[in-house]
């Protein structure tokens, strides 16, 4: 089965495993640890629950590079193989490795942003996938699904956190103002 694959075919599908399982690790078993970083907020929001909070997110930053240098580099290996990958007005073109980086960061911005670049019709790069090679777009929309999911849980693990901090805070604010309101027993 995998006796005709070239080794840089073999890192692709590797690396794109690598994403959908690092996807759901993202989105289901780091939920847990969000659950405990949120108990943290509830407990005091101390430099301790800071650094635990970076180490939190730290995860998905590390896994977020660390998947688009590899992307980047299975789109070159592929390339040196002599798989058409790109193309510019529809003629098939081999892209160097700075035109590759800049067509996955912008695959990057275009999962982080979902439509808006595309609805603006917004590029980086001058090249385009070439269509023509249905495995390497499915792999493309694996890498951009990545970053598109993983955005949109830092997003909103973000906002919740800062909901529960900005909550937390109003609650000792007015906790303050009423014990400043009780009268005084030695005045």
């Not at 694959?5 to 993202?26: G, H, K, P, R």
């Not at 005091?44 to 896994?63: G, I, K, P, Q």
């Not at 980047?72 to 390339?79: E, F, I």
């Not at 929309?141 to 900005?166: A, D, N, P, V």
């Amino acid at each position: 089965m995998f006796s005709g694959l070239t080794l840089s075919v073999l890192f692709a599908l590797i690396t794109a495993v690598a994403m959908i399982m690092m996807t759901s690790y993202i989105l289901f078993q780091h939920d847990r640890n969000h659950e405990k970083f949120e108990a943290w907020v509830d407990f005091s929001f101390t430099a301790e629950a800071l650094r635990r909070a970076l180490d939190y997110y730290r995860v998905m930053a590390v896994s977020m590079l660390f998947t688009y240098v590899m992307f980047t580099l299975s789109a070159v290996w592929l390339q040196a193989d002599g798989i058409p990958l790109f193309a510019e007005n529809g003629v098939p073109v081999k892209a160097g490795p700075i035109a590759v980086s800049l067509f996955t960061l912008d695959m990057v911005l275009r999962g982080g942003f979902f439509d808006f670049m595309q609805h603006f019709d917004m590029t980086l790069s001058h090249i385009h996938m070439n269509r023509k090679v249905r495995w390497f777009v499915w792999y493309a929309f694996i890498f951009r699904m990545f970053y598109g999911l993983t955005m949109f849980k830092i997003l909103l693990s973000f906002l919740w956190i800062w909901g529960k901090i900005k909550l937390l805070r109003e609650a000792e604010r007015r906790a303050r103002e009423e014990l400043a309101a009780q009268p005084k027993l030695f005045d």
